[in-house]
């Protein structure tokens, strides 16, 4: 079973992605509603983005994952199947205290999804291995 965010959050991002496949860009309606679902970390999402800090790192095998470079220059693996981030923000503020839905790295992930502007990279299903498991970084 997938595991999936509230519904307003999964409909916020299906809007951002119609509207922006339709006139490529976000209207102001759905960027105060991005900040209304998810808090300030909104805005820090939309700097990574603006960034192209967000890397989509696909294997052989179909495995997907994502690397995204946070503004202290820690770079985070990310996967939006399951909404995990390796930062610790989102150990902290979502898991420990329950503060927010994602943190700012995981919605970067999935606007960069919506809006397609995510940077892709190939590797390896022994580097996705080495990715999942924490032992590595690409």
Avoid: W
Wanted: proline share 5%.
């Amino acid at each position: 079973m997938p595991v999936v965010l509230p519904v307003v959050a999964e409909q916020l991002f299906r809007d951002i992605r119609k509207t922006y496949r339709e006139t490529s860009q976000i209207p102001d309606d759905l960027l105060i509603a991005l900040k209304f679902v998810f808090g300030p970390c909104a805005i820090q999402a939309l700097d990574l983005v603006d960034r192209r800090s967000v890397t989509c790192l696909s294997s052989p095998s179909g495995r997907k994952a994502f690397q995204v470079a946070g503004a202290s220059g820690g770079l985070y693996t990310c996967f939006s199947s399951c909404h995990y981030c390796s930062c610790p923000a989102f150990a902290y503020a979502v898991l420990r205290r329950n503060e927010g839905l994602l943190c700012k790295h995981i919605v970067a992930v999935y606007l960069c999804e919506a809006t397609g502007v995510t940077r892709p990279q190939s590797a390896s299903d022994e580097q996705m291995t080495a990715l999942l498991s924490g032992t590595s970084s690409l």
